[in-house]
């Protein structure tokens, strides 16, 4: 890769200034609000390079599993472990996907930064006030029941909690999938940007703005030794989680337990909130981006927006209506996300890159 490859780079940065802005915009506005509140805890001086770490970490198990299924399904080689060796030195010297996907890989560690930081804050900002009302509203949606009671016969049996505990934390293997093929391998265009704009516009409105207006904790932090409120509908609900704990591991409870301590602390990296489902408007988002894939990946995402709604609920993360406005939310942010990226790839800035990246040759 030489100077033909900084050029690129340069046109792809150019296209894709939007993300970058976004970005740095909520940057600016978590230094803005630790000027207003002085008890905001800031984070550590290192904490860009863990996202980073932790992220490439991910991304690059994600590339690894999808270029191994891949091999296996089209090539079948004598020697896979050479060919997928191969494979991944093909991907990482593809200079057009490199130079589309590193500007909103950058975008992406400074987005998640921030937004990790001011989700952490977010007592400061607005104390845990709307448990309660949110437990009202699903009685009343719900027929007189609480979602989690409705769901209980059918997913209450310790094989079943296992099995959707799995799923649910499989969401982060989805997100970074979702996030390698829109970064580095789909064309630039309209889809991709859009995809883009939605996932950090949901995060940044509905995981920051809605996150401290509608302050809430969860179901699992409802009763005694969290928020206190009493008295407690989800004790039974937390104390199947518990026995099941006892027969197979049961990680969320575990990941409950860590976001407590870390909140009594008053860490900044504490990320206890509830309203909105930022783990069901993101499935959706990934559903709704899927328009072109293979047909049972399309069906896989769609079921997943269905295992993660119900996975919120039986694991005690979150109240239905949680994940009823995110994916309101979501929505709206898809259709003025489609809006916005249809008039950008229509600047001249974009038309240059989209020219220069299928004129590129793949090695520069």
């Known amino acids: 890769m030489g100077a033909g490859f900084g050029r690129l780079l340069w046109l792809s940065t150019r296209a894709q200034a939007p993300l970058l802005g976004i970005a740095l915009a909520f940057l600016a506005a978590q230094h803005g609000l630790a000027l207003v509140y002085p008890r905001m805890t800031m984070p550590a001086g290192n904490s860009v390079l863990l996202v980073l770490a932790s992220t490439l970490m991910t991304l690059g198990l994600v590339l690894v599993t999808y270029l191994f299924v891949r091999m296996a399904l089209s090539q079948r080689p004598k020697h896979p472990v050479q060919q997928l060796l191969k494979n991944i030195w093909d991907f990482f010297r593809n200079a057009p996907a490199m130079a589309l996907g590193l500007p909103v890989f950058v975008s992406l560690v400074i987005f998640v930064s921030a937004f990790a ?80 704009l939605t996932f950090m516009l949901l995060w940044m409105i509905g995981g920051g703005l809605f996150a401290v207006l509608f302050s ?38 575990d990941v409950q337990a860590m976001l407590w301590r870390l909140h009594a602390a008053g860490s900044a990296e504490a990320s206890v909130s509830a309203m909105p489902s930022m783990h069901n408007g993101s499935a959706l988002l990934f559903a709704l981006a899927s328009g072109g894939w293979p047909a049972w990946i399309r069906r896989f995402l769609w079921v997943y927006v269905g295992v993660i709604f119900a996975g919120s609920i ?9 994940g009823y406005f995110a994916w309101g939310l979501t929505l709206v942010l ?21 020219r220069a990246f299928v004129e590129s040759p793949a090695s520069l």
């Open 314 to 322: 039986h694991l005690g993360y979150h109240y239905a209506v949680d």
């Open 117 to 196: 930081n001011v989700k952490g804050n977010i007592p400061v900002f607005q104390p845990f006030a709307w448990d309660q009302t949110f437990d009202r509203w699903d009685v009343a949606l719900h027929f007189g029941r609480r979602p989690w009671e409705w769901l209980q016969p059918l997913l209450g049996h310790w094989p079943v909690t296992f099995v959707i505990n799995v799923l649910y934390n499989l969401w982060f293997v989805v997100m970074f999938g979702v996030w390698l093929h829109y970064a580095f391998m789909a064309l630039p265009g309209v889809e991709r940007t859009r995809f883009f």
């Open 216 to 253: 809430s904790a969860g179901p699992c932090f409802y009763g005694a030794g969290h928020l206190g409120l009493s008295p407690d509908p989800y004790a039974d609900l937390m104390a199947h989680l518990r026995r099941a704990d006892e027969i197979v591991p049961i990680w969320a409870l």
């Open 334 to 354: 898809w259709w003025a996300a489609g809006r916005m990226a249809r008039r950008w790839e229509a600047t001249p800035a974009a038309l240059r890159f989209s």
